[in-house]
T-cell receptor, first 112, second 112 residues
Framework: ETGVTQSPTHLIKTRGQQVTLRCSSQ?????VSWYQQALGQGPQFIFQ???????GRGNFPPRFSGLQFPNYSSELNVNALELDDSALYLC???????????FGPGTRLTVL | GDSVTQMEGPVTLSEEAFLTINCTYT??????LFWYVQYPGEGLQLLLK?????DKGSNKGFEATYRKETTSFHLEKGSVQVSDSAVYFC???????????FGTGTKLQVIP
């Protein structure tokens, strides 16, 4: 069984730019969730996708958007980057929206 | 809304000492409870979970019991090792689309 993978590992962007982060879920997992973890804090829920449809969203603005693909991969897109978007972004996959979530290693985004 | 409160760190223990990290929660209904561990520079790993009252989750010598009457899920280990040094997150998953709500994390440092 392969784990959850994310790319890239690290990324540096400037304010106002756009970024796309990628996640590959465990095979057979129909649900992917994205979290933002600021330094020294616990992860905060951004949104969840189930079978390619958004299935719930946390308190994040619309410039945070996502996609989920049939091949168990997904993307997190962030437009108009702000300095406060600097964080570790984690994706987590699960069999369905009622199952335990398993996390990837994260992408460290730095916005200058 | 759902929330998790865990003891602040850092917690510094000598090797073979007894560990307790306190965690209490607020949630509607009957959440599932989790402990995740994050080693330096890595993502989150599921350590243990409990899905109903009085369940005991256990893994790698760590234990936690779901106490509905006190809304608690304290993490314990009888004898810690240097390799247990990490940040520990208490979390819950409520009814519905299974968004995971995390505490702020407790950093554990075990010294030889």
């Amino acid at each position: 069984e392969t784990g959850v993978t994310q790319s890239p590992t690290h990324l540096i962007k400037t304010r106002g730019q756009q970024v796309t982060l990628r996640c590959s879920s465990q095979s057979g997992h129909n649900t992917v969730s994205w979290y933002q973890q600021a330094l020294g804090q616990g992860p905060q829920f951004i949104f969840q996708y189930y079978r390619e449809e958004e299935n719930g969203r946390g308190n994040f603005p619309p410039r945070f958007s996502g996609l989920q693909f049939p091949n168990y991969s997904s993307e997190l897109n962030v437009n108009a980057l702000e300095l406060d978007d600097s964080a570790l972004y984690l994706c987590a996959s699960s069999l369905d929206d009622t199952d335990t979530q398993y996390f990837g290693p994260g992408t460290r985004l730095t916005v200058l | 809304g759902d929330s998790v409160t865990q003891m602040e760190g850092p917690v510094t223990l000598s090797e073979e000492a007894f560990l307790t990290i306190n965690c209490t929660y607020t949630a509607t209904g009957y959440p599932s409870l989790f402990w995740y561990v994050q080693y330096p520079g890595e993502g989150l790993q599921l350590l243990l979970k409990a899905t109903k009252a009085d369940d005991k989750g256990s893994n790698k010598g760590f234990e936690a019991t779901y106490r509905k009457e006190t809304t608690s899920f304290h993490l314990e280990k009888g004898s810690v090792q240097v390799s247990d040094s990490a940040v520990y997150f208490c979390a819950l998953s409520g009814w519905g689309y299974q968004k995971v709500t995390f505490g702020t994390g407790t950093k554990l440092q075990v010294i030889p």
